[in-house]
């Protein structure tokens, strides 16, 4: 599903065929999820394929290294121009590109001294589906911010979003909605949260989540529709309490929610900001650069 004989990936400076890459398996990153990566996608445009906020992406997984004390020597606009050459020679126009920075041989817990890079694609339809999402409440909280690097999206503290996502699906519900250590609103699995009440939005505020590329789109957008969004710390009650949701992220781009435990959001999803940033997302993705940056 995500290669096939033909498929290359970049590894290390050199595009190789993935079904003939390598690595070794006293990697600290496969051992301990000490490494770093990010999550991209790239969108058929007017005379190509664009990859959507590459740059934020690329900083994005430099500052995850760096907070966590991975050397990361890579040029931003190096990778990026990997990434474009990466889709080329996988004939790809809509992808999701995928790099990861892994660690070198190291079974003890010291930094290492290397690491490798590693940027693969392929087609990914919406990660959560299209239809809105049936939610529960994850018995996981979100790591606390002083046990991990919140803000940074590290291979290892995805055991965490693992263990929510499938527990969600264990008792039949779409996806999981974690709180966090002090039993605040946080976010999904791989993705971030807004709700609506009474034609205004709320999200929770940096610090004990993700701090989501999509999530910054969404604010960009509001703000451009005039729609008011409030960033704080809100309690579980105040999304119960709320006229619509949704979540969005790279992989699940925006995607309405249904209900949270089987409780209903009242407003038609069609009749929701949600809705209309989804529209305003959907669109904006395909959009030349150029004209995302004068809007
Ligand atoms: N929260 C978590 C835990 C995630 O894994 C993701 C996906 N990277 C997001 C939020 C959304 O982030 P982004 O919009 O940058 O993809």
């Given at each position: 599903m995500y290669y096939n004989e033909n498929?290359?990936?970049?590894?290390?400076?050199?595009?190789?065929?993935?079904?003939?890459?390598?690595?070794?398996?006293?990697?600290?990153?496969?051992?301990y999820g000490y490494g770093v990566f990010e999550?991209?996608?790239?969108y058929a445009v007017e005379n190509g394929t664009q990859v959507f906020k590459a740059e934020e992406h690329y900083d994005r997984l430099?500052?995850?290294?760096?907070?966590?004390?991975?050397?990361?020597?890579?040029?931003?606009?190096?990778?990026?121009?990997?990434t474009y050459e990466l889709l080329k020679r996988n004939n790809l126009t809509d992808a999701y590109v995928r790099p990861l920075v892994f660690c070198d041989p190291n079974m003890s817990l010291a930094r290492p001294n290397n690491v490798s890079i590693m940027i693969c694609a392929w087609e990914w339809g919406a990660y959560l589906g299209d239809k809105q999402l049936r939610l529960t409440v994850s018995s996981y909280c979100r790591p606390h911010p002083r046990s991990i690097?919140?803000?940074?999206?590290?291979?290892g503290h995805y055991v965490n979003s693992i263990l929510a996502t499938n527990e969600a699906k264990d008792?039949?519900?779409?996806?999981a909605l974690l709180l966090d250590s002090d039993g605040y609103l946080a976010e999904g699995p791989g993705a971030n949260l807004f709700f609506e009440k009474d034609d205004v939005l709320f999200t929770p505020q940096l610090?004990?989540?993700l701090p989501g590329i999509t999530r910054a789109t969404v604010l960009e957008l509001a703000e451009e529709l005039g729609i008011k969004v409030e960033q704080g710390l809100f309690k579980p009650e105040a999304l119960a309490a709320a006229d619509s949701a949704f979540y969005c992220g790279t992989a699940a781009e925006v995607i309405g929610i249904e209900s949270v435990d089987d409780?209903?959001?009242?407003?038609?999803?069609?009749?929701?900001l949600g809705k209309k940033l989804k529209d305003a997302y959907s669109k904006r993705v395909r959009q030349p650069k150029a004209v995302q940056e004068q809007l």
């Open positions: 498929t290359v990936i970049y590894l290390d400076g050199k595009f190789v065929k993935a079904n003939e890459a390598s690595t070794d398996l006293y990697s600290q990153t496969m051992h999550g991209i996608r790239a430099k500052k995850s290294a760096e907070l966590i004390n991975i050397p990361f020597d890579y040029n931003v606009q190096g990778l990026i121009e990997v690097k919140i803000e940074a999206k590290v291979c008792k039949g519900f779409d996806e610090g004990n989540i409780k209903k959001f009242p407003k038609a999803w069609n009749e929701t």
